[in-house]
T-cell receptor, first 114, second 111 residues
C-alpha cells in the first residue's frame, strides 16, 4: 500500500509557466488537502476537498486551483507560476474532517520558481 | 497574533533528559488538538492526539489546558531519535479550512 504519492519530487520552473502537482491516495479517504510549507511560517492550507466533487479555499488559495474528479486524485495547478510560489508542497488526506481525524501526508514536492 | 503559536527553538538537550514545550492557541472555540512530528526534509506524521483528560504514549505525554488555551508535549528519557520538529495542530471546528498548524518547535538531542 503506497498511502499518498506526489509527483514530481522536485521541479525548477520558469516564472509564467503552468505547472500541475499530482497527488494520489489509495486509502479511499474522503478528505484531501494541499499545503505549502515555508521557513518560519509552518504549513498553510491552500485548498481542500471534503469529498470527491467538492473543493474549498484555504488560507492561501490565490494563484492556485484544484479539482477533485474522483476519490483518489487531487491535482494542484499553478496557472502562471511566480517566484513567491517557491515552496515545499504537501498533499494530505484524512478519512473525514470530523474531530480527531488523522491527516496522512505525502512526501512533498519541492518547487522552485525562477 | 497568530492563531497557533510555538516557540521555534531549537531546544538542545542531552540524551536522557526530560523536555517539554507548549503551544498556545487564540480561538477558544477550538475543538481538537494534535502533535505531529516532522523529520528534516520529510513529511509530517501524527505523533499523538491531545484529549481533554491528557494522554500518554510511552515516553510522550500530551496535556490540554483550555482555561489558558495551550497544549503541551512532554518527552521523558529523550533519545537521539527524538530529534525532529514538533508541530502543534489545532482544529477550530470540524472543517478542513479550520485546521491550523503551528510553525513548529525544533528539538535536538545530543549524545
Amino acid at each position: 500500500i503506497a498511502g499518498i504519492t506526489q509527483a514530481p519530487t522536485s521541479q525548477i520552473l520558469a516564472a509564467g509557466r503552468r505547472m500541475t502537482l499530482r497527488c494520489t491516495q489509495d486509502m479511499r479517504h474522503n478528505a484531501m488537502y494541499w499545503y505549502r510549507q515555508d521557513l518560519g511560517l509552518g504549513l498553510r492550507l491552500i485548498h481542500y476537498s471534503n469529498t470527491a466533487g467538492t473543493t474549498g479555499k484555504g488560507e492561501v488559495p490565490d494563484g492556485y486551483s484544484v479539482s477533485r474528479a474522483n476519490t483518489d486524485d487531487f491535482p494542484l495547478t499553478l496557472a502562471s507560476a511566480v517566484p513567491s510560489q517557491t515552496s515545499v508542497y504537501f498533499c494530505a488526506s484524512s478519512e473525514g474532517t470530523s474531530d480527531y481525524n488523522e491527516q496522512f501526508f505525502g512526501p512533498g514536492t519541492r518547487l522552485t520558481v525562477l | 497574533r497568530k492563531e497557533v503559536e510555538q516557540d521555534p527553538g531549537p531546544f538542545n538537550v542531552p540524551e536522557g533528559a526530560t523536555v517539554a514545550f507548549n503551544c498556545t492557541y487564540s480561538n477558544s472555540a477550538s475543538q481538537s488538538f494534535f502533535w505531529y512530528r516532522q523529520d528534516c526534509r520529510k513529511e509530517p506524521k501524527l505523533l499523538m492526539s491531545v484529549y481533554s483528560s491528557g494522554n500518554e504514549d510511552g515516553r510522550f505525554t500530551a496535556q490540554l489546558n483550555r482555561a489558558s488555551q495551550y497544549i503541551s508535549l512532554l518527552i521523558r528519557d529523550s533519545k537521539l531519535s527524538d530529534s525532529a520538529t514538533y508541530l502543534c495542530v489545532v482544529n477550530t471546528q470540524s472543517s478542513a479550512s479550520k485546521i491550523i498548524f503551528g510553525s513548529g518547535t525544533r528539538l535536538s538531542i545530543r549524545p
